[in-house]
């Protein structure tokens, strides 16, 4: 075997549950090939770089083997590398951060001084994030 589908090896490699999730990523442009988006039925050969978008994080990952059935999980590493860098990793354990201003239930609606406090509060947190 000299090459494979990209589709049927992400799907083979456990990247994507199914081989029509994978075909579905591919066209949407979430799997670039050696930094080039691809088709699905594009030919893989060893030592192509494949990157997969999984918002937050990109994992990146190296093709070492073919194979054209699915694997248990505990053979993927004889097929595929994980090259994923660390700051991409970091980014899932980042907290999300949200502004949530609590109000009593049944206060109703803010008032117009309310209003221009909450507007007030949330420049000073954007202008905040602005200088870091």
Not at 46 to 74: C, H, N, W
Not at 79 to 85: A, F, K, Q, S
Request: hydrophobic share 35%.
């Amino acid at each position: 075997m000299e090459a494979i589908r990209l589709d049927k090896y992400l799907w083979a490699v456990r990247i994507f549950k199914t081989r029509s999730d994978a075909a579905e990523a591919i066209r949407q442009n979430r799997v670039l090939v050696n930094d080039a988006y691809a088709k699905p039925s594009r030919e893989v050969r060893i030592g192509d770089r494949i990157a997969v978008k999984r918002m937050p994080v990109t994992y990146l990952f190296e093709v070492v083997g073919y194979v054209s059935s699915r694997q248990p999980a505990k053979n993927v590493p004889d097929y595929c590398r994980n090259i994923t860098p660390q700051s991409e990793l970091d980014k899932l354990n980042i907290p999300r951060e949200t502004v949530f201003v609590f109000r009593d239930r049944g206060t109703g609606r803010p008032t117009k001084k309310e209003r221009r406090e909450l507007d007030s509060l949330m420049e000073e947190i954007y202008l905040e994030e602005e200088e870091e």
